[in-house]
């Protein structure tokens, strides 16, 4: 039985290639010609979300600051999936910038139907160590980014045609993470601000949702919290489903919420941890030697 089921997970690859092989789940064209806005699309998580979007018929923007690394990825996603992507350089801090690429995209497509807030940011850091400044970035760039982008595409175009939002969360919030104050204080907002924005904007024809996601493998933000020694360690026993998640789990979490699949769901978090915030350790020394080793290594 434990053999079957691990025979279930998706294909996935650990860098930010495109997969060489994808098993539809969902009908091919659930997303048919619609267009999603993805910040933080370049890479990780919010890449793969981009790439079985358009395997599923949508038209795509990958927005961050990087543009040349938008542009290699938008390529690459726009030759596996036979659909359009825009790359779009923008820094969620910065309305201005965020308006900018919202014309543009509606010039370009003549709509928006997904926006897909996975801008963040984050590290290790004991809250004592943590600068004043590190704490303001990360709030800066999880929620006031998340709120800059949702207002900015409802003034646009949702509010007079409705869409579909889906946050991507945390679930450090959940039980006091250690040395994770800055990034489980952000998501908390923005699981507040997912609730209160599906209140307020439902009435327009607009679903908000989020993914809070647990560890996942092949991306930034599991090498960065300290992902791999964990997994040697053999820690993620601990984890009811005995595993790190990988990005096409969490882009069909996505894909779910952002179709007419969940129609009747807004103001929902949808958790794709594996179990791992019910039964999983707040180790604090753990990650605190984890993070020690980091600041030596870094010296």
């Known amino acids: 039985m434990a053999e079957a089921q691990r025979n279930e997970v998706p294909e996935d690859v650990g860098s930010d290639d495109c997969l060489t092989s994808y098993t539809h789940i969902y009908a091919p064209d659930l997303l048919k010609n619609q267009v999603a806005f993805i910040t933080g699309g370049g890479s990780g998580i919010g890449l793969r979300i981009a790439e079985i979007f358009m395997r599923h018929g949508c038209d795509t923007v990958i927005a961050s600051r990087n543009l040349d690394k938008l542009k290699e990825a938008a390529k690459a996603l726009s030759a596996v999936s036979g659909r359009r992507c825009l790359p779009m350089c923008i820094d969620v801090r910065q309305p201005d910038t965020i308006v900018a690429a919202v014309e543009d995209t509606l010039k370009e497509f003549g709509r928006i139907d997904i926006l897909i807030n996975n801008a963040a940011g984050n590290f290790l850091c004991p809250a004592s160590s943590l600068s004043f400044n590190a704490f303001k970035t990360v709030l800066e760039i999880d929620t006031m980014g998340t709120f800059n982008t949702s207002k900015v595409v409802y003034e646009k175009w949702f509010k007079e045609h409705g869409g579909n939002i889906v946050n991507i969360s945390a679930t450090l919030a959940y039980r006091g993470q250690a040395l994770q ?55 993620f026993h601990s984890i009811p489903l005995q595993r790190a998640g990988n990005k096409t789990e969490m882009a069909h979490c996505t894909l779910f919420l952002a179709s007419r699949a969940s129609s009747y769901m807004t103001g929902a978090i949808l958790v794709a941890d594996g179990g791992a915030w019910l039964t999983s350790p707040n180790d604090f020394s753990t990650l605190l030697g984890y993070w020690s080793s980091e600041k030596k290594r870094d010296k």
């Open 181 to 235: 104050v800055h990034a489980g204080s952000a998501k908390a907002a923005n699981d507040a601000m997912t609730k209160h924005l599906a209140v307020e904007w439902g009435p327009n024809g607009v679903r908000v949702n989020a993914v809070a996601p647990g560890p996942i493998s092949g991306t930034e933000g599991f090498r960065r919290l300290g992902g791999s020694s964990v997994e040697a360690l053999a820690s």
